[in-house]
C-alpha cells in the first residue's frame, strides 16, 4: 500500500516570511514527485514537480527531494495571503513509456497572515 | 498550456440514474486520462486510469461496472456513474497526463455530483 504523508495543519505563516511544507512517502520506487495547490471547492493545480535529488527552484517555490529519506519538501518564499490554501504532495511512479495514477498525501493546509 | 476542461461542472440527478462526466485535453493530446474522487475534508484517491483505446484500469475496490469509462480518443475520456446512489456523491476530477512529458498531471476543473 503506497502512503503519502503530509502534516494537515494548518501551518500559519506571516506574509513575507518562508513557508515550508513537508512530505514523506512509503514506497522506494517512486520516481516523480509533485506538489499542488488547491483551493476550497476547486481541483488541484500544478505548482512544482521534481524527479532527482536536490533543489528545483520555479520563483517563488524550491522543491527539495531526498530519495534515501524518502523525503519531499515545498519552500514557498516571500509568503502572500494569495499562496494560503491546502498543498497537496503527490508521488508517481514513471515508466518512461507512460504516466501512472498519483497517490496523494491529505494535504497541509497553509495560513498565510496578512 | 495543458488545458484541462470537464464538463458538467455540476449535477444533481436522483438516485437510480445515470451521470455522463466529460474530461478534455484542450491543447495537448493525452494517451492517458486518470480519474479522481474527492471526498469533503479528504485527499484525491484515484478511480482508474484511462488509456486511449483499451480498456481502463480500475484501482482496488471501485467497481467497473458501475463507473464505465472510455477513451475514445487523445483528447477525450469519459465516466458514466450507473445507477447512481447517494454515496456516489462526491467531487470527480479528472487529470490527463502530457504526452511527451516527464509524468506531470493537469487537473479539470472538477464535477460535483450529488444523488439526491
Known amino acids: 500500500q503506497k502512503e503519502v504523508e503530509q502534516n494537515s495543519g494548518p501551518l500559519s505563516v506571516p506574509e513575507g516570511a518562508i513557508a515550508s511544507l513537508n512530505c514523506t512517502y512509503s514506497?522506494?520506487?517512486?520516481?516523480?514527485f509533485f506538489w499542488y495547490r488547491q483551493y476550497s471547492g476547486k481541483s488541484p493545480e500544478l505548482i512544482m514537480f521534481i524527479y532527482s535529488n536536490g533543489d528545483k527552484e520555479d520563483g517563488r517555490f524550491t522543491a527539495q527531494l531526498n530519495k534515501a529519506s524518502q523525503y519531499v519538501s515545498l519552500l514557498i518564499r516571500d509568503s502572500q495571503p494569495s499562496d494560503s490554501a491546502t498543498y497537496l504532495c503527490a508521488v508517481g511512479m514513471y515508466s518512461g513509456g507512460g504516466a501512472d495514477g498519483l497517490t496523494f498525501g491529505k494535504g497541509t493546509h497553509l495560513i498565510i497572515q496578512p | 498550456g495543458a488545458v484541462v476542461s470537464q464538463h458538467p461542472s455540476r449535477v444533481i440527478c436522483k438516485s437510480g440514474t445515470s451521470v455522463k462526466i466529460e474530461c478534455r485535453s484542450l491543447?495537448?493530446?493525452?494517451?492517458?486520462m486518470f480519474w479522481y474522487r474527492q471526498f469533503p475534508k479528504k485527499s484525491l484517491m484515484l478511480m482508474a486510469t484511462s488509456n486511449e483505446g483499451s480498456k481502463a484500469t480500475y484501482e482496488q475496490g471501485v467497481e467497473k461496472d458501475k463507473f464505465l469509462i472510455n477513451h475514445a480518443s487523445l483528447t477525450l475520456s469519459t465516466l458514466t456513474v450507473t445507477s447512481a446512489h447517494p454515496e456516489d456523491s462526491s467531487f470527480y476530477i479528472c487529470?490527463?497526463?502530457?504526452?511527451?512529458?516527464?509524468?506531470?498531471?493537469?487537473f479539470g476543473p472538477g464535477t460535483r455530483l450529488t444523488v439526491t
Open positions: 514506497d522506494r520506487g517512486s520516481q516523480s
Open positions: 487529470s490527463a497526463s502530457v504526452l511527451a512529458g516527464g509524468g506531470e498531471q493537469y
Open positions: 491543447d495537448f493530446q493525452a494517451t492517458t
